[in-house]
């Protein structure tokens, strides 16, 4: 190891210890307050959170941002402050950036390109994406993982639960236990480069005939673990048709409805990552033509069960069958479930459903902006489940609501109408268990994805 790469993560150790003590600091204080009975200030105890984990970059800053997207899953004073954290961590040098190419591909690495830019052009919380072509003239998007990331996750997890362990103690209307695992999961998968091929390869698969989203090709022969090579997709950030006219933007809207309903709702996956950057447009003579989905590494899989309970939940509402709605909250596994529960998780579905309830053009959401969209509404069902709860979100819900509430954010930035509701009625028509259960079977085998449990 070089002396530069010691110190770097003699220093990260040295910031670990810091943070952990601050961290730990701010546990005992909320604990003291309960115990005691005093009234704990959210608001001061959330900003003196966030000044102890604004020491540290890489993992713990994306699971910070991420839990400040999950309605609920902290308290709104938490997840305001969070939100503010800096998920970008300081880019790789050049002399660091060859040191590590050569790890990944060798010392010759540089002949296997014809040519690589040493200076990233985009920097995250887990690694950095460089532009390179390939020896037969293609452009090339690398993104090459920073070194010892496997580490830095597992000790940013260990922090997560100390953050967990302060929200428990504050407040037990939700239980946190499987939020914490799902976040685990997921972020452990995102430092596996292969898994993440094999996902973009299953998207491919699943939109080869969509002439309006495009897929990255991966090139194998220049990826590893900790390595991706794909080609490039030049696009506009989406942010950057705010302004377009009303027809533009619906368009793009509806490309990402497709982009995100229609995988899950027929191969049982969702995009798990809304984040404005993981998306780009490409056009055709000026005008928006569809959307680059550009990033793999959070992608959720679900059992088949599941993406039926998500249709019978729709169904039941739609058709004011309470049966069918209990059937799929215990598809689902939501145990222990009284009458009162019941009409309190009925307040959150009808409000991720309410768009697609609605047989009208309308906007997604009327007189929200885009980061309290899905706020108020979880402050009610928080509000009941004082009274009537606890429960257990099952971990399955968690990208799949923060990536809906997510899509929901980039519709109100378009500020888009559609008829969300023929949208997605096509998107399930004609759903049938068995023929997605076969279709998912197919697609994960021929690209080699885990199967998710039955």
């Keep these: 190891m ?47 959170l966030a000044q ?40 790789m040098g050049p002399a660091f950036v060859k040191r590590r190419m050569v790890a990944e591909l060798g010392p010759a690495w540089q002949q296997r390109f014809r040519s690589f830019e040493l200076a990233s052009s ?44 302060i929200h428990a103690r504050m407040d037990r209307a939700i239980d946190t ?13 995102e430092l596996n480069y292969e898994l993440e091929a094999r996902h973009m390869a299953l998207y491919a698969l699943i939109f080869a005939g969509d002439a309006g989203i495009r897929v990255p090709k991966v090139v194998s022969e220049l990826s590893t673990k900790r390595l991706l090579s794909m080609t490039w997709l030049e696009g506009k950030p989406l942010m950057a048709f705010k302004e377009h006219p009303l027809d533009d933007r619906n368009a793009i809207a509806q490309a990402m409805f497709r982009a995100w309903w229609f995988p899950f709702s027929h191969y ?39 993406v039926g309970g998500v249709v019978d939940l729709y169904r039941g509402l739609l058709e004011g069958d309470r049966a069918r709605v209990v059937h799929a909250y215990e598809t689902w596994g939501f145990k222990g479930l009284t009458t009162e529960l019941i009409d309190v998780m009925n307040i959150w579905a009808r409000f991720i459903y309410g768009p697609l309830l609605d047989d009208r053009v309308r906007a997604i959401a009327e007189d929200v902006s885009p980061g309290e969209y899905g706020r108020k509404e979880a402050f009610s069902v928080h509000k009941a489940l004082k009274e ?24 109100l930035h378009l500020n888009a109408r559609a008829n969300w509701f023929r949208m997605f ?30």
């Design 2 to 48: 070089s002396d530069d790469e010691e110190n770097r993560l003699s220093a990260r150790a040295a910031r670990y210890v810091r943070v952990g003590t601050n961290v730990g600091a701010i546990a005992a204080k909320v604990a003291g307050q309960r115990f005691f009975g005093m009234e704990a200030d959210n608001n001061q105890n959330a900003a003196a």
């Design 52 to 91: 102890a984990l604004g020491g540290l970059k890489g993992p713990i800053m994306k699971v910070a941002q991420l839990l400040s997207t999950i309605p609920e899953a902290l308290p709104k004073e938490y997840a305001a402050q969070l939100s503010q954290l800096q998920s970008q961590a300081p880019p």
């Design 122 to 165: 985009a920097s995250a919380s887990l690694g950095q994406v460089h532009k390179a072509l390939a020896p037969d003239g293609r452009a090339l998007a690398v993104k090459l993982q920073y070194p010892d990331m496997q580490s830095a996750v597992e000790a940013d997890l260990t922090q997560l639960k100390v953050v967990f362990a």
């Design 177 to 189: 236990a499987e939020i914490l695992q799902e976040i685990s999961a997921r972020l452990r998968e």
């Design 268 to 306: 049982g996956v969702i995009h798990g990552d809304p984040h404005l950057g993981n998306y780009s447009i490409f056009e055709r003579e000026g005008r928006p033509a569809g959307v680059n989905l550009l990033d793999y590494g959070c992608i959720r899989s679900f059992p088949v069960k599941f």
């Design 388 to 411: 009537k709860g606890p429960v257990t979100v099952p971990r399955e819900f968690v990208f799949m609501d923060r990536a809906a509430i997510g899509l929901g954010g980039v519709f």
């Design 425 to 454: 009625n096509e998107t399930i028509d004609g759903f049938d268990l068995e023929t997605v259960s076969e279709r998912q079977r197919q697609a994960f085998m021929a690209t080699s994805v885990p199967l998710p449990p039955i």
